[in-house]
């Protein structure tokens, strides 16, 4: 069973319709104890860095590290990719995971911003998460602030520069775009998630 | 590299897609659910569903529409057409919409569109706008010069005013003033329509495209005259649009969604293809 993390930031059906379609069990929750049960935890998100603050006050960040101590995979998307990281611009006060080293900043003045649509990866060989999809795929961002190139990107995307497009260490990964709404090239990556 | 997205628009009214000219002479295209997963394979990059009716007695069908269409759609959804309150917009939500389009009652409540960001964030909400070009200066209340800091367009007399309620009422606001006002108040994208072209296939405004994209820092998809490939490598180029909408063009088989693409493509315009 995979736990759909609930922190009442925006709209999770889409991830959970996704995994229906691949005929993959999940469980949206807010429950720290689901999340504790869960062999896999998705943590989605669309909205606002601040909105990850829910899941100090739910019991559902300790719940989580808990999980991810015992190396349970983990798949953030989008806010919840730059919850993994130590913070972000966009609130500063709210602390991150701090998983991976780095701050996610805002988008340059010169591009228009959010950085909304479909744009192309660059991908490196070795991702486990990636297996099968090459660089140059599309998929759908959606998002005003970034992921820094670290150590861990596994994937890159330009606007305005290069950033974080996916991220991936050990058993934790992040994706920066939309998974669930990247048509086929996100099926794939969700299939590749469920089968690790 | 960010692509330019070409989004299909199936109009829907009592659970039917259908499509008119200039938001008259409506005729029946088909099952939503089905067109909206034929688009998605087509290559469409996103799909929208507007409810054109948007009776209350028909909310109930819309809503049931919607579920059954997401079920297949693995692209981005937007639903619009009658949705007047927050609750109204969580119902859509709910049903599986990534993103809903407000139109009349943003209108009438702007602060609904800070309401509706604030609780699913600004890229679900689209700020919809019909436009006509004003040719009666003599009942046109909001004759607003835009001003020149914001570099749209100035003196050269174009004006455009939105309209609502399916483009049956004027509003007296000038188009490209109420882009920018939406923006600021948290509109992730502007989906504008050109009244004046809407189901004519004739190319879209680019010049009102271009006077609200210049004007806002957000998104504009560009919408009324798609028609043929030159139409669309026009709104893109000289328009400044994010993405292009059209309707009629893909429903009765006049061109296929792939053919576009690669043309367009092949014109130089950054598409996502092959998807």
Known sequence: MIAIVDYRAGNLTSVKKALDHLGVESTITHDPDVVAKGDKIILPGVGHFSSTSILDECGLRAAILERLDERVPFLGVCVGMQWMFASSEEAPTITGAGLLAGRCERFPANVKSPHVGWNSLICEDHSRLFRGVTSGAFVYFTHSYRAPVVDTTVARSEYGGEFSAAVEKDHLFGVQFHPEKSGRTGMHLLKNFCEL | ?275
Request: net charge negative; proline share 2%.
């Open chain 2, 1 to 275: 590299m960010l692509t330019k997205r070409i989004i299909a628009c199936l109009d829907v009214m009592a659970g039917r897609v259908v499509k008119g000219v200039q938001f008259q002479q409506l005729r029946d295209a088909g099952d939503p659910a089905e067109l909206a997963a034929a688009h998605g394979e087509a290559g469409a990059d996103e799909v929208v569903l507007l409810d054109v009716t948007a009776t209350h007695e028909n909310r109930k069908t819309l809503i049931d529409t919607v579920r059954r269409a997401a079920r297949q759609l693995f692209i981005p959804f937007t639903v619009g057409g009658g949705i007047r309150s927050l609750e109204e917009a969580m119902a859509v939500f709910d049903a599986g919409a990534d993103k809903i389009s407000i139109n009349s009652a943003a209108i009438a409540d702007p602060s609904l569109i800070a309401s509706i960001a604030a609780r699913y964030g600004s890229q679900a909400v689209i700020v919809a706008i019909d436009a006509k070009r004003v040719t009666d200066w003599a009942t046109f209340s909001g004759a607003v010069r835009n001003d020149a800091s914001r570099g749209s367009a100035k003196d050269d007399g174009v004006k455009f005013e939105a309209y609502v309620s399916g483009g049956r009422k004027r509003t007296g606001r000038d188009a490209v003033e109420w882009a920018h006002e939406a923006a600021e108040r948290g509109a992730g994208e502007i989906l504008l329509t050109s009244m004046d072209r809407d189901g004519t296939g004739i190319g879209f405004d680019c010049e009102l495209t271009r006077a609200v994209s210049e004007t806002v820092s957000i998104p504009v998809i560009a919408s009324g005259g798609g028609g043929n490939t030159r139409t669309f490598v026009e709104v893109f180029e000289r328009g400044r649009a994010d993405a292009a909408l059209a309707a009629s063009i893909f429903h009765f088989g006049l061109r296929h969604l792939a053919d576009l693409k690669r043309e367009l493509q092949s014109a130089g315009i950054p598409m996502r293809w092959p998807c």
